[in-house]
């Protein structure tokens, strides 16, 4: 199954036109993992995009911890989508005992169709992982249906663990992601651990996710960790938003077995204190967009 996962993006990726078409190969390719596994997986919906189209997701084992894998918020990181299939069919193939992982491949189905990194909203374009609320982030409503329906899963499945996928830096970082000087959380030495932990075959760098990427208010990570407590890491995946075949090859061998160690190993109760007591200030982000 990992060949047909790797080969699939003979079709969809950089040397390929995009097309409506690219998002129907993922959802037959879930299928194809659902029906391989029939006792441990199957299909469902978290919801519907701008446009209608039902965002599917893979639901492996039943256990009472419920994790989350999700992919492709950005609709160009298309090898984040061949590593969340991937994923997907390890854990099919060998459920982690007493989990319930949910694997989302695909968030951003327009921009993946178009290869774009933005998601088409009824009030516009947008990036959806800057579409969540935080404590640096002004507004409390969700602009894309794609964003408030993961938002209502978390909440919904009661989800304690999630990994979010993207491309491209070889990092795994950790909260706060945001716009302010006071990134410390109480649970610096846990979230260091678990990421060093999950970056044994890949090397990646580890670390706070602004001081090694940058700043960003509205992502993901930070508002499950921010409003739920939820232990949240962010995979950075390979070195090109448009990986050849052999380096989506690369990206799966030595990140599959990091993500797992991750998911068995986080602590399977939310965190209490999970508030953000810290000053925001804009100036982070002015920095970071002179420089």
Not at 68 to 91: F, I, K, P, Q, R
Not at 142 to 157: P, V, Y
Not at 248 to 266: C, F, H, Q, S, T
Request: charged share 20%; proline share 5%.
């Amino acid at each position: 199954m990992l060949d047909t996962i790797i080969s699939m993006f003979l079709l969809t990726g950089p040397s390929a036109p995009y097309s409506g078409t690219n998002y129907d190969k993922v959802v037959a390719t879930l299928q194809q993992i659902a029906q391989q596994n029939p006792a441990h997986a199957k299909i469902i919906s978290i919801g519907v995009n701008d446009q209608g189209v039902p965002i599917q997701a893979l639901q492996i084992g039943n256990g009472e911890i419920s994790s989350l894998v999700v992919g492709t918020h950005h609709g160009n990181e298309y090898g984040s989508t061949a590593v969340a299939l991937a994923m997907g069919d390890n854990l099919a193939k060998d459920p982690i005992t007493g989990q319930t992982v949910y694997v989302i491949p695909v968030l951003n189905i327009s921009g993946y169709n178009k290869f774009s990194r933005h998601e088409s909203g009824i009030g516009g374009s947008r990036d959806p992982n800057r579409d969540y609320t935080g404590p640096c982030k002004e507004g409390s409503s969700f602009n894309l249906k794609s964003t408030k329906s993961l938002a209502d899963f978390l909440e919904f499945k009661n989800i304690q663990i999630t990994a979010t996928l993207h491309t491209y830096w070889p990092a795994v970082v950790y909260p706060w992601g945001i716009s302010s000087r006071d990134l410390a959380t109480p649970h610096d030495a846990q979230y260091i651990q678990l990421a060093n932990d999950a970056t044994k075959e890949s090397k990646y760098q580890v670390g706070n996710s602004t001081q090694v990427l940058y700043a960003a208010d509205g992502t993901f990570e930070d508002y499950a960790y921010w409003r739920h407590g939820i232990w949240s890491l962010l995979f950075e995946l390979g070195f090109s938003h448009r990986p050849d075949l052999t380096a989506i090859k690369n990206m799966v061998d030595v990140n599959i077995p990091g993500i797992r160690r991750y998911l068995e190993n986080a602590p399977k109760q939310r965190v209490l204190d999970h508030a953000f007591n810290g000053r925001c200030d804009k100036n982070v982000l002015q920095r970071i967009l002179l420089e």
